[in-house]
């Protein structure tokens, strides 16, 4: 059974999540502010949080930032009264999986679960018989979610461990910014080009000896971006 943490300042909105939630089988836990939401996270196991953005305190954007400084993966979808651009980029790019705009259906956020939770199981199976992979100045391992470099473990999001898997799978071919927003992000209200944009930095500052001059993740200029595996 799927574990799932609600943090959500609400009451009526924490209430009605989790009684949908356990009508559709999930276990579930709450939080009613950052803190508590944040220690629960370091405490526990989960399968998915739904993290609201404006919280007491603690906000769900420094809460994301803090799980993913400690290395936790656990796919998080952020719950936001916000639409504004900015509000969404900065989020995805703090680590959250995916975000859904408050007002919202429950059949959307369902969907949206659903998706984030399938994506997570299917994501090691996809990468079983690739056990250790070296990829510039690291050596990865998918099925893990582990990256080091020499003896040093280097600290990645899920998503950009997914990322870096699809760009792996489709190595020394050119993958187009839409192309990595359809098959990661995988819904119609997808994040900007910019996003993909700001994640490759991410990865480029990991995975290159000089990300300023990259020789692994290379820009193609008006299209996307391209893994050189200089293995072969």
Same mark, same amino acid.
Request: glycine content about 6%; overall charge negative; some cysteine.
């Given at each position: 059974?799927?574990?799932?943490?609600?943090?959500?300042?609400?009451?009526?909105? +924490?209430?009605?999540?989790?009684?949908?939630?356990?009508?559709?089988?999930?276990?579930?836990?709450?939080?009613?502010?950052?803190?508590?939401?944040?220690?629960?996270?370091?405490?526990?196991?989960?399968?998915?949080?739904?993290?609201?953005?404006?919280?007491?305190?603690? *906000?769900?954007?420094?809460?994301?930032?803090?799980?993913?400084?400690?290395?936790?993966?656990?796919?998080?979808?952020?719950?936001?009264?916000?639409?504004?651009?900015?509000?969404?980029?900065?989020?995805?790019?703090?680590?959250?999986?995916?975000?859904?705009?408050?007002?919202?259906?429950? +059949?959307?956020?369902?969907?949206?679960?659903?998706?984030?939770? +399938?994506?997570?199981?299917?994501?090691?199976?996809? *990468? +079983?018989?690739?056990?250790?992979?070296?990829?510039?100045?690291?050596?990865?391992?998918? *099925?893990?979610?582990?990256?080091?470099?020499?003896?040093?473990?280097?600290?990645?999001?899920?998503?950009?461990?997914?990322?870096?898997?699809?760009?792996?799978?489709?190595?020394?071919?050119?993958? *187009?910014?839409?192309?990595?927003?359809?098959?990661?992000?995988?819904?119609?209200?997808?994040?900007?080009?910019?996003?993909?944009?700001?994640?490759?930095?991410?990865?480029?500052?990991?995975?290159?000896?000089?990300?300023?001059?990259?020789?692994?993740?290379?820009?193609?200029?008006?299209?996307?971006?391209?893994?050189?595996?200089?293995?072969?």
């Amino acid at each position: 059974m799927h574990k799932i943490l609600i943090v959500e300042d609400e009451p009526g909105m +924490r209430l009605g999540l989790k009684d949908n939630l356990e009508f559709e089988g999930y276990q579930v836990d709450l939080a009613e502010d950052g803190i508590t939401g944040l220690n629960k996270i370091l405490d526990n196991k989960y399968n998915l949080i739904l993290l609201d953005v404006m919280l007491p305190q603690l *906000s769900g954007f420094d809460v994301c930032k803090t799980v993913r400084k400690k290395g936790i993966i656990t796919p998080i979808i952020l719950l936001t009264a916000k639409g504004e651009e900015i509000d969404k980029v900065l989020g995805l790019e703090l680590g959250a999986d995916d975000y859904v705009t408050k007002p919202f259906s429950l +059949r959307e956020l369902l969907a949206r679960i659903k998706a984030v939770l +399938r994506r997570g199981e299917d994501f090691p199976k996809n *990468s +079983r018989n690739e056990n250790n992979i070296s990829i510039g100045k690291l050596v990865i391992n998918f *099925s893990a979610y582990t990256a080091f470099d020499g003896e040093e473990q280097i600290q990645m999001s899920h998503k950009e461990f997914e990322i870096l898997n699809y760009l792996w799978k489709n190595r020394n071919n050119t993958v *187009s910014r839409d192309e990595l927003l359809t098959e990661i992000w995988g819904y119609n209200e997808a994040p900007t080009t910019r996003t993909v944009d700001n994640f490759i930095l991410k990865l480029r500052q990991k995975i290159e000896t000089d990300p300023n001059h990259p020789q692994i993740i290379v820009t193609v200029h008006g299209v996307g971006y391209k893994l050189i595996d200089l293995n072969i």
